[in-house]
């Protein structure tokens, strides 16, 4: 199994350009989420899923935009990126999305950077 | 809210050393906790996980015990080794209802061994 793939492993952006970064499982898992990663910070929920076609968000959605059309796949837009988006960006999945005993499954990360 | 407090890194250890990384958290309801590391330009990984008061969680000589009378989950392991060296945190994850399958994540400890 792939488990939790991302693409790309890196991106640099200037200021105002958007992109999309790519999340996919083929593990059936029902949660999916995105963090970003912060030096001192932590990881910061930006957005999840509790299933296709549900969507909500986390603690710090804005300037994020996120669609949940299949099981598998979860692709996290950047409308107009910022600098202040520079960061290590993750996603996540686990099996159920209604038990918190649940370990979350994550890709390597996508490394992005604002000039 | 939820909160995870965990100590500040970096920590420097001797090969062998005993390990102790503190956790403390706060949660409105029953949550598990978890911790997981992050080796260098790597994604996550569990490490251990408990689900309920008194569990003891383990894996790879780290264990940890959920603590609920001291709202506490720190990490231990008796003799370390170089390969230990990456970022630990600690994390809680507290369903809640239309919420899924949330983590909370401490700010992480970078542990560094040395020969």
């Known amino acids: 199994n792939a488990g939790v793939t991302q693409t790309p492993k890196f991106q640099v952006l200037k200021t105002g350009q958007s992109m999309t970064l790519q999340c996919a499982q083929d593990m059936n898992h029902e949660y999916m989420s995105w963090y970003r990663q912060d030096p001192g910070m932590g990881l910061r929920l930006i957005h999840y899923s509790v299933g296709a076609g549900i969507t909500d968000q986390g603690e710090v959605p804005n300037g994020y935009n996120v669609s949940r059309s299949t099981t598998e796949d979860f692709p996290l837009r950047l409308l107009s990126a910022a600098p202040s988006q520079t960061s290590v960006y993750f996603c996540?999945?686990?099996?159920?999305?209604?038990?918190?005993?649940?370990?979350?499954?994550f890709g390597d990360g996508t490394r992005l950077s604002i000039l | 809210g939820n909160s995870v407090t965990q100590m500040e890194g970096p920590v420097t250890l001797s090969e062998e050393a005993f390990l102790t990384i503190n956790c403390t958290y706060t949660?409105?309801?029953?949550?598990?906790l978890f911790w997981y590391v992050q080796y260098p330009g790597e994604g996550l990984q569990l490490l251990l996980k408990?689900?309920?008061?008194?569990d003891k969680g383990s894996n790879k000589g780290f264990e940890a015990t959920y603590r609920k009378e001291t709202t506490s989950f720190h990490l231990e392991k008796g003799s370390v080794q170089v390969s230990d060296s990456a970022v630990y945190f600690c994390?809680?994850?507290?369903?809640?209802?239309?919420?899924?399958?949330?983590?909370?994540f401490g700010t992480g400890t970078q542990l560094k061994v040395e020969l």
């Open positions: 949660a409105t309801g029953y949550p598990s």
């Open positions: 996540a999945s686990s099996y159920s999305s209604y038990s918190s005993n649940q370990p979350q499954h």
């Open positions: 994390a809680l994850s507290d369903y809640s209802r239309g919420g899924g399958n949330k983590l909370t």
């Open positions: 408990a689900t309920k008061a008194d």
